[in-house]
């Protein structure tokens, strides 16, 4: 094993031993870290389920109907049975259409049968005043995994997945009774259609800056641009009434919409939700099927082979019920004492960060006393949630009736559960992740961190931890979320996640000028996989900084606390092993940097690094003071 300097190289120095011993799963692209912890809760909850439905006693009606799915769902036999017929029922809804005319006749029916449309409709909470919910309108998605993929320059990279995805396609086709000459035809015209979409929707580095989704217009001026498209039918089809205005979050896209969506592109689009809706049904489907519909997505990925019928089983039902699954396991695998421990960090995280905005020697008093506020005002949300929302109660389904089309009927009751929405006031106290996730988040238009149960274990938590590596471990990700409030998005909203500049034109100046230094800290690195794109990663980049910056703090005020075991734990973290396919597709669609760099490039931008491992000039892992870093 070549030796490793931790001057040179924090991530491998700790990782070095874990990453030789970790093997990738068959049916996934990583190994390590989260994805570990993923596949221990994975394994644990599939016990459970396997032991509720051996027993038949279930703690409510809620896991009664998610075991039930369970059991439907890894029935291989069953699924043969029923083959690819019910989607292909749901689907003959689009030879009747005809004329466009009859199209506007049937768009709600489309939306809640789940058949892809050339716009998508949500109801959600209004960026700029956030008590209350609006009507949001997207673009569809494209058939690559971002739309960066069809940019000029990229030909041949787009053409060669394009023909993959198609090969894959051809042969869905050809179960569902086509000839290859009508495979041909429809698989021609959905590549054209996804084409024209692909030339206007926005880039995942596009998404990134999420505040740009704010685009409020008055729902006639919409409505003229996507005719022939019958907008106002819909509208009044799926909430009763025309609101007065509707939030664009791809505007280009819209201005452009009459290009893709018209008369003459008409066959075009109806082949092409064929197509795509046939191919994103295909899980639910037979296990030949499910292969098909899967392959794409984990040739992209270096995925070997797809999971197991009881793990796809278990994923299906554990989403659809997600909220009773998550509490189960968080009631039952997260204890009190622990819950009362992670409280008391949190609440240390959000003082610690309140003081040093206060002592923060840059900043005007009155942009101080927003950012304030706004902590003060944050939600915690920790393990797990005290109930059960009433969505629940209504996710009813015949058992009879074949896994698709229980999946689309449940399925079709969120949306409309979604829809129902407008005109009530925004539940600030729904959890946007269940108990069981191994993941965490700030939401920035409500105000709240997200800490589920099934993060809040080894290596980022324990209560049998030292302090000095739980700060560095689920401390430093706990201010990392913290930090997203005052991210280059977040930073945008107040204290009630309102869009509103709180700012003072100095500070703003001040700021950005520090986002930039950000952005070039990260912008060009080479890895093996690709080039790192430091504007798309900046949020997550400036949110570790963040979380690092107000840990090192508390262990600067701890007695008895260990540098060592905090930088030691960060970098354990972050320890993963991945196919390189899959590191290559991150760089294009995920807004968080490579594993790597995240251990390996916040520390630098500290003295504290710098002391501990007596950092000199000619190591590895040392940045010019002027090229160093604090935001927070």
């Given at each position: ?20 011993e ?16 993923m ?12 032991t ?43 030879k ?55 940019k000029?320059?990229?030909e ?51 998404w ?33 009434e ?19 969506f ?24 037979s296990?030949?099927?499910r ?31 997600s ?13 009190e ?19 040093r ?13 927003k ?20 969505i ?35 539940d ?7 108990g ?18 099934a993060?809040?274990?080894?290596p ?27 991210d ?23 700021f ?48 008895g ?42 520390p ?6 710098y ?22």
């Amino acid at each position: 094993m070549e030796e490793i300097r931790i001057q040179d190289d924090l991530y491998t120095f700790v990782n070095q031993a874990k990453l030789e011993e970790l093997v990738i799963p068959e049916d996934m692209p990583i190994a390590g870290g989260v994805a570990n912890l993923m596949t221990s809760v994975e394994k644990l909850m599939i016990g459970e389920f396997n032991t509720m439905c051996a027993d038949g006693a279930y703690p409510n009606e809620h896991l009664a109907r998610a075991c039930t799915l369970y059991t439907l769902a890894k029935d291989v036999k069953r699924k043969k049975k029923h083959g690819i017929k019910p989607a292909l029922k749901q689907l003959a809804i689009l030879k009747k259409l005809g004329t466009l005319r009859g199209y506007n006749l049937h768009t709600k029916e489309l939306i809640l049968k789940g058949i892809a449309m050339p716009i998508s409709i949500a109801v959600e909470p209004n960026m700029k005043d956030t008590v209350h919910h609006c009507v949001m309108i997207q673009g569809p998605s494209v058939i690559l995994p971002d739309a960066s993929y069809y940019k000029e320059g990229k030909e041949q990279q787009r053409d060669m997945l394009l023909n993959l995805w198609s090969g894959f396609a051809k042969q869905v086709l050809a179960i569902a009774g086509h000839s290859e000459e009508e495979c041909d035809l429809l698989l021609k015209d959905t590549l054209a259609f996804d084409a024209l979409i692909a030339k206007y929707v926005k880039t995942s580095e596009e998404w990134s800056e999420y505040v740009k989704m704010y685009n409020p217009m008055k729902t006639g001026r919409v409505a003229g641009m996507v005719k022939p498209m019958n907008l106002k039918k819909l509208l009044t089809d799926l909430f009763g009434e025309i609101p007065e205005e509707i939030i664009v979050a791809e505007p280009r896209y819209f201005k452009n919409f009459k290009e893709v969506f018209n008369q003459d592109t008409f066959e075009l689009y109806k082949n092409w939700a064929y197509v795509v809706t046939l191919m994103g049904s295909c899980s639910l489907l037979s296990e030949e099927l499910r292969d098909l519909g899967g392959g794409f997505s984990r040739a992209l990925s270096g995925i070997a082979a797809p999971s197991s019928p009881e793990k796809f089983a278990y994923q299906l039902a554990s989403s659809m019920y997600s909220e009773p699954v998550g509490l189960y396991y968080g009631e039952k695998y997260f204890g009190e004492e622990a819950k009362k421990d992670i409280t008391e960090i949190v609440q240390q995280i959000v003082a610690t960060y309140q003081k040093r905005i206060a002592t923060n020697d840059i900043l005007e008093q009155a942009t101080k006393d927003k950012a304030i506020l706004k902590l003060s005002k944050m939600g915690l949300k920790l393990a797990y949630p005290d109930r059960v929302e009433e969505i629940y109660s209504k996710l009813v389904f015949d058992e009879s009736k074949s896994l698709f089309d229980i999946v689309s009927a449940l399925r079709a009751i969120r949306m409309e559960d979604n829809f129902s929405k407008l005109g009530k006031e925004v539940d600030r106290t729904h959890w946007a992740m269940p108990g069981h996730m191994v993941n965490a988040c700030y939401d920035p238009f409500v105000n709240d961190i997200t800490f589920p149960a099934a993060i809040l274990q080894p290596p980022f938590y324990s209560i049998h931890q030292t302090r000095s590596e739980n700060l560095g471990g689920i401390g430093a990700v706990i201010g990392h979320e913290i930090s997203h409030a005052f991210d280059s998005n977040g930073a945008k909203c107040d204290e009630m996640g309102n869009l509103n500049n709180w700012w003072t034109k100095a500070d703003e100046r001040k700021f950005n000028k520090k986002v930039n230094a950000m952005i070039r800290q990260f912008d060009g690195i080479e890895l093996p996989w690709g080039t790192v794109n430091g504007k798309f990663t900046v949020s997550e980049n400036i949110a570790d900084n963040g979380g690092m910056a107000v840990t090192l703090d508390i262990m600067s005020q701890t007695e008895g606390v260990s540098f060592e075991e905090y930088f030691t734990n960060w970098a354990k973290v972050w320890c993963q092993k991945a196919k390189p396919e899959y590191q290559a597709l991150l760089l294009q669609v995920d807004v968080h940097g490579p594993c790597y760099l995240r251990a390996n490039m916040p520390p630098r931008n500290f003295a504290e690094w710098y002391e501990t491992f007596q950092v000199k000039k000619t190591d590895g892992m040392y940045l010019a003071p002027s090229k160093r870093v604090v935001i927070w």
